[in-house]
């Protein structure tokens, strides 16, 4: 009979995750394997399934820390901060998020499942954030729904199309990302309806 060697001494869900993270900022998110966290932990793969459930349960958990740090980086750039300073900072910090973390950025795109507490409790912290630079501009409600949708695009697709190297005309990207963060700060200070 075959037996498999114990888990390495210390090897927490949160290590495994954590590993995880910092896999799919090497590889990118979609080439995140279970296989592959287990080689770079040392361990054997069923030596995981102490810790994690399947490859889908991984992928929840690094994406809601990949929410969590996105949404702290942006709470920390915001506060003390009101308006189009307010705005400049927490798109400052998303995009920053983006570039330095690209396979954590890729994940948190992910909507979080319905049973999934912390990441339900991450994406909340981020639209909280949002939601209150916005009501620095008077949105709330229905207005402040359609605008961090429409920032929320501009910004993903923005930061998305920068990390595959997209943007080849040799112009100043950090001035376009600028001009892209102060046109919606004109275009929030007459979006309400």
């Not at 394997?33 to 399934?49: E, F, H, I, M, N």
């Not at 595959?164 to 990207?173: K, R």
Request: with cysteine.
């Amino acid at each position: 009979m075959r037996r498999w060697p114990l888990p390495r001494a210390g090897l927490t869900p949160e290590k495994v995750i954590r590993e995880a993270a910092t896999a799919v900022d090497d590889v990118g998110w979609d080439r995140l394997t279970l296989a592959a966290v287990a080689q770079r932990l040392g361990v054997r793969l069923p030596s995981l399934y102490k810790h994690i459930d399947s490859l889908d349960a991984l992928r929840q958990q690094v994406a809601a820390l990949a929410t969590r740090e996105l949404g702290d980086a942006m709470t920390v750039a915001a506060v003390g901060r009101a308006g189009a300073d307010a705005l400049q900072a927490i798109a400052h910090a998303y995009r920053a998020y983006g570039r330095s973390h690209p396979g954590r950025y890729a994940a948190t795109v992910r909507a979080p499942d319905a049973d999934d507490a912390q990441h339900i409790a991450a994406a909340q912290a981020v639209l909280r954030v949002v939601f209150a630079v916005l009501a620095s501009y008077g949105l709330g409600g229905d207005d402040a729904v359609d605008a961090t949708r429409a920032l929320r695009s501009a910004m993903h697709g923005f930061v998305t199309i920068e990390a595959a190297g997209g943007f080849g005309m040799p112009h100043d990207v950090n001035r376009s990302y600028e001009r892209l963060i102060m046109a919606f700060d004109r275009a929030f200070c007459g979006w309400a309806v």
